[in-house]
């Protein structure tokens, strides 16, 4: 099996740079990393050089010109790169801890995708991250249990682990609500054949949901990465949201088009 992990980026190389080390401290590494850069200027490209040379698998880097936010669109054009018969996406501010891609593994499943779940770092906890004063990627229990008191990190409960193989995981296979490209895992042959995200969605929001709605009505179920693959998510401020409802409002309509599965503007 070989796992292509897809990293979104914009304009933000300190993030990267600590979610790329993470993911280079895999116990099972992937087996190659794609940055999908939607449009960073040259420190991004100049970061990821340096770190091609540091990187334990292939490193590649997908850029497009800043025209908006436009993930969708670079996401394909990444995926479209990637050689691995599985596929993760990861946001570029979304760090990992040491058994993520092996957990990630275990859960895999032909016919089902596997949505994880996040732990937030408040804008204290980041900062300190960013500068190299702590590393959360290490903390222990204790540490972790302190940063919650402080009122560092939204919860805990994600870092707990459960069984892989639990039956609850496909409690809820046809769920599409929640699910987000933060921590998404599918296989290839499936994203290629909803025609991958739908490059309509510009703007934030709704793109990630849109994917999900159509993979399922594709026949593609969805298991719960709760308590196996958590990320950590560092905080940033909110993205513009003028074009959210505009993206609801057809992610709306293909929810109820129960037969609704490729994408308009996809991956090919």
Sequence with gaps: MKISVIVTTYNRPRALEIVLHSLFQQQRLPDEIIVADDGSTPDTAALLTMLQALSPCPLHHVWHADEGFRAAEIR???????????????DGDSAVL??????????????????????????????????????????SAL???????????NRLLPLLRW??????????P?????????NLALWRQDFVAVNGFDALFQGWGHEDADLVVRLINHGVLRKEGRFAVPILHL?????????????????????????FIRAIKGVE
């Design 163 to 172: 069984s892989v193989t639990a039956q609850w995981r496909k409690n809820k």
């Design 174 to 182: 046809t769920a599409w609500a929640g699910a987000k490209t933060c």
């Design 235 to 259: 905080w940033h401020k909110e993205s513009p949201r003028e074009f959210e409802s505009a993206n609801l409002q057809r992610l709306q309509a293909r929810i109820a088009d129960k037969t």
């Design 98 to 139: 040491a058994n993520f891609i092996a957990q990630h593994e275990r859960l895999a499943e032909k016919g089902w995708l596997v949505a994880g779940n996040r732990v937030l770092l408040n804008a204290a906890l980041t900062a300190d991250w960013e500068a190299g004063c702590c590393d959360p990627l290490h903390f």
């Design 76 to 90: 394909n054009k990444a995926a479209a790169q990637a050689t691995g018969d599985y596929l993760i996406f990861l």
């Design 143 to 153: 540490t972790w249990l302190k940063q919650r008191l402080a009122g560092k990190v």
